[in-house]
T-cell receptor, first 111, second 113 residues
């Protein structure tokens, strides 16, 4: 089975901190994605990457950046964390029509 | 613009009864449709997908979904609900020319004993 691993299940950070969320997949998938999940809003796409060093903005990229230096790793960076970035962050990977495989999520609280 | 609607925030059903979780979509072109389930404090798990072919799609855990092109719907169904089916369900759509999945807002399914 494809595995997508997010490095932290829970994180608490202070306003203004730079925050790194890490995601690793083990099945050589081309595409990787970062979503945030908020009650009543479903999942909203922040960024995605379809190849190493390639990235595209999703629907809500403001306040975030990403890095994909290796195929298996896709990092989400909060440049200066704010309280409105408190959320559940979900990483996913995909290959063609197989659909997405999600990590378990990182629940980030910014205080 | 592409969009997915799940009109019910919550669906309540008694164990053993059939269940339906509704989904409608709006895209141009050929849609790829998916259902995912999320248990508390977990990521999303794939249930089933429609790409092409038979309009009735069977998936994991006894779930199935019917693609209806004229009504632009992809409702999730199960003939006999289990308490363990209680979870958050997401419908999603992807254009055949895109990498991106667009998700609905989710429907919480509560199956009472």
């Amino acid at each position: 089975d494809v595995k997508v691993t997010q490095s932290s299940r829970y994180l608490v950070k202070r306003t203004g901190e730079k925050v790194f969320l890490e995601c690793v997949q083990d099945m050589d998938h081309e595409n990787m994605f970062w979503y945030r999940q908020d009650p009543g809003l479903g999942l909203r796409l922040i960024y995605f990457s379809y190849d190493v060093k390639m990235k595209e903005k999703g629907d809500i990229p403001e306040g975030y950046s990403v890095s994909r230096e290796k195929k298996e790793r896709f990092s989400l960076i909060l440049e200066s964390a704010s309280t409105n970035q408190t959320s559940m962050y979900l990483c996913a990977s995909s290959f063609l029509d197989i659909g997405y495989t999600f990590g378990s999520g990182t629940r980030l609280t910014v205080v | 613009a592409q969009s997915v609607a799940q009109p019910e925030d919550q669906v309540n059903v008694a164990e053993g009864n059939p269940l339906t979780v509704k989904c409608t979509y709006s895209v141009s072109g050929n849609p790829y449709l998916f259902w995912y389930v999320q248990y508390p404090n977990r990521g999303l798990q794939f249930l089933l997908k429609y790409i092409t072919g038979d309009n009735l799609v069977k998936g994991s855990y006894g779930f199935e979904a019917e693609f209806n092109k004229s009504q632009t719907s992809f409702h999730l169904k199960k003939p006999s609900a289990l308490v363990s089916d209680s979870a958050l369900y997401f419908c999603a759509v992807r254009m055949d020319s895109s990498y991106k999945l667009i998700f609905g807002s989710g429907t919480r399914l509560l199956v009472r004993p």
